[in-house]
T-cell receptor, first 112, second 113 residues
Framework: KAGVTQTPRYLIKTRGQQVTLSCSPI?????VSWYQQTPGQGLQFLFE???????NKGNFPGRFSGRQFSNSRSEMNVSTLELGDSALYLC???????????FGPGTRLTVL | AQSVTQPDIHITVSEGASLELRCNYS??????LFWYVQSPGQGLQLLLK??????LVQGIKGFEAEFKRSQSSFNLRKPSVHWSDAAEYFC???????????FGKGTTLSVSS
């Protein structure tokens, strides 16, 4: 079974721009979660989607948003980029029935 | 507040020696506990998990972990380390298995020959 895929793998943006990251979960998985990883703050939970509904949300500003489509694929969007948004963004999928999460390789976002 | 502490930022172990990585958690309810490993430039790979039952859990790559409720700990162990085990290791806790994970800051493992 194919793993979690994330596109693109690398992105370079400038301050003030917006960006959209994509995540395709493992086939059959209905839950998708997003995490931000930075050297200073470590791994932090952004939000989780299940059956196209946001089920859980971390402590991030409203500039960070996401959505999930009917095929369980998910996108996250960051508007008005700041230098501090430079990070590795990880997507994880889960069957949704109380099982563990499986992570993708991440998207490395650099904001200049 | 819910939190995970990994007291050791960096550990160096000789190849073939045993390994123990420490993890302490603070969680009000019954926790779901995980260990993940991350190689440079890669995502996270699940090593093992504890949901309930036997407090000694076995994972992939020869790793095991023991859940000790009285000590709020979930330490990771391996009897004999291989050079390929060099990576960053993260302990995580959740209230439910498939929802928001709270991660520790990670422990970087170096393996010397």
């Amino acid at each position: 079974k194919a793993g979690v895929t994330q596109t693109p793998r690398y992105l370079i943006k400038t301050r003030g721009q917006q960006v959209t990251l994509s995540c395709s979960p493992i086939s059959g998985h209905r839950s998708v979660s997003w995490y931000q990883q930075t050297p200073g703050q470590g791994l932090q939970f952004l939000f989780e989607y299940f059956s196209e509904t946001q089920r859980n949300k971390g402590n991030f500003p409203g500039r960070f948003s996401g959505r999930q489509f009917s095929n369980s694929r998910s996108e996250m969007n960051v508007s008005t980029l700041e230098l501090g948004d430079s990070a590795l963004y990880l997507c994880a999928s889960s069957p949704g029935g109380g099982q563990e999460q499986f992570f993708g390789p991440g998207t490395r976002l650099t904001v200049l | 507040a819910q939190s995970v502490t990994q007291p050791d930022i960096h550990i160096t172990v000789s190849e073939g020696a045993s390994l123990e990585l420490r993890c302490n958690y603070s969680y009000g309810a019954t926790p779901y506990l995980f260990w993940y490993v991350q190689s440079p430039g890669q995502g996270l790979q699940l090593l093992l998990k504890y949901f309930s039952g036997d407090t000694l859990v076995q994972g992939i790559k020869g790793f095991e972990a023991e859940f000790k409720r009285s000590q709020s700990s979930f330490n990771l162990r391996k009897p004999s380390v291989h050079w390929s085990d060099a990576a960053e290791y993260f302990c995580a806790v959740a209230g439910q298995a498939g929802t928001a994970l709270i991660f520790g800051k990670g422990t970087t493992l170096s393996v010397s020959s």
